[in-house]
């Protein structure tokens, strides 16, 4: 008897058994989801220490590019697609920028550099002197017989004080919090001498991304025309194409939105450090670099900013702590209502509220660069859905 071999069958078990396979792994993965996630971390950090030079290279080159079309339209009359006649105004021009940029930097650097090393020294060695006089100022606040009378005249049971101890248990927390200060003190001071170990890792990374970014700016035409080539390949025309839609729409607003974010705060910080000099603050450059370096960071930046430099502030003067505060108060509402808005304008399109989900979200998935980088991310995933919403929409 012959056997009637079914197709439809067959393809119906390979579905099945594919899907019972996708379910066990999936079971497993989610079984020992805590040690799946630390390999898959540790892989990640892997290739992101591989690639370093290459992701920082193509920063510096993204962000370099504008500057050396402009010299290379300008000076050498060089055309958008180039040959190899005209090569030599391309790799002329990067030389150029990468010059000035290296005079701008060294200057800085020059001016900056003993004036942050004395604040970070002055810092380091009046910390500790700071934590303990706020101790010894909280724990005479707790004694103040006064303080204490006016507490036991609130409408609290008095009762519950007396068995609770409240007063010395107060004196017991704020031990508890300035010896976690002073720990805390310690492991900043950890955090610096590692730091200046890993300073010289940073740099060799640096050095070898200007290197691989001068290739990168020079045959940047080329090497995206390979690009497209490559995918052209691979994947049908159509998406190909949606792909360089969505490049072009992200290079559009991150390009703008970054370059207009880092010009504004560098503004703010030097606003900052000239009316911190006025106003004869310490450490007037240190807190000026954390202000405009903040800055960077929509709505919840400022604030950050603002609490470190008000507090090393309030040591040395706490009249000069408020008028630190009003300062900065008045620099925050200039920026917001005035400069921001000259910047940047509505690059991003997103409302506040859109903004503040982007920070909150981004910050708790990737830290700091989240919050950062998350607002042009999320004002691209925004066009891209409301294209979709309206492509859906008009097909119906």
């Known amino acids: 008897m012959k056997f009637e071999f079914d197709k439809k069958y067959l393809k119906l078990s390979v579905y099945v058994f594919l899907a ?6 999936f079971y497993k993965v989610i079984d020992n989801f805590s040690s799946a996630f630390d390999s898959f971390r540790i892989i990640i950090d892997f290739f992101f220490t591989l690639l370093k030079p290459f992701i920082m290279a193509i920063a510096i080159a993204y962000f ?3 500057l050396i079309r402009w010299v290379e339209t300008r000076f050498f009359n060089s055309p958008h697609r180039l040959s190899k006649k005209n090569k030599r105004g391309r790799i002329l021009s990067i030389l150029v920028i990468y010059i000035l940029i290296i005079i701008l930097l060294g200057t800085f650097l020059y001016l900056t550099t003993p004036r942050i090393v004395k604040n970070i020294s002055d810092l380091i060695t009046v910390l500790p002197n700071y934590v303990e006089e706020a101790g010894d100022f909280f724990k005479e606040l707790n004694m103040n017989k006064k303080i204490q009378d006016f507490i036991r005249g609130l409408p609290i049971d008095n009762q519950m004080l007396t068995q609770y101890d409240f007063f010395k248990n107060i004196d017991q927390y704020v031990n508890n919090i300035f010896k976690n200060a002073q720990n805390a003190v310690e492991g900043i001071l950890g955090y610096l001498v590692n730091s200046a170990v890993s300073l010289t890792s940073g740099l060799l990374n640096l050095v070898l991304a200007i290197f691989i970014a001068f290739y990168i700016l020079k045959d940047k035409e080329e090497l995206f025309r390979s690009l497209r080539r490559f995918f052209e390949a691979f994947f049908p025309h159509k998406t190909v ?6 490049l072009y729409l992200a290079d559009e607003k991150f390009g703008e939105y970054l370059i207009g974010n880092i010009i504004d705060s560098t503004i703010i910080g030097l606003m900052c450090f000239i009316g911190l000099l006025v106003l004869k603050i310490k450490f007037a450059l240190l807190i000026s670099i954390i202000i405009g370096v903040t800055n960077l960071i929509p709505y919840f930046g400022p604030i950050i900013g603002a609490v470190p430099g008000i507090i090393l502030t309030l040591f040395d003067s706490p009249i000069k702590a408020l008028w630190l505060a ?3 108060l008045v620099l925050q509402q200039f920026d917001g209502n005035y400069l921001k808005p000259k910047v940047l304008g509505d690059k991003v399109g997103l409302s506040p509220l859109w903004v503040i989900f982007a920070i909150v979200i981004g910050g708790g998935l990737f830290g700091v660069w989240g919050m950062f980088l998350g607002v042009p991310t999320i004002a691209v ?8 919403i309206e492509k859906r929409n008009n097909s119906i």
């Open 20 to 25: 019972l396979a996708a379910l066990i792994l």
């Open 326 to 328: 009003i300062f900065i």
């Open 381 to 388: 995933i925004r066009v891209i859905l409301l294209q979709a």
């Open 241 to 246: 194409k949606r792909w360089r839609e969505i």
């Open 64 to 66: 370099l590019y504008p």
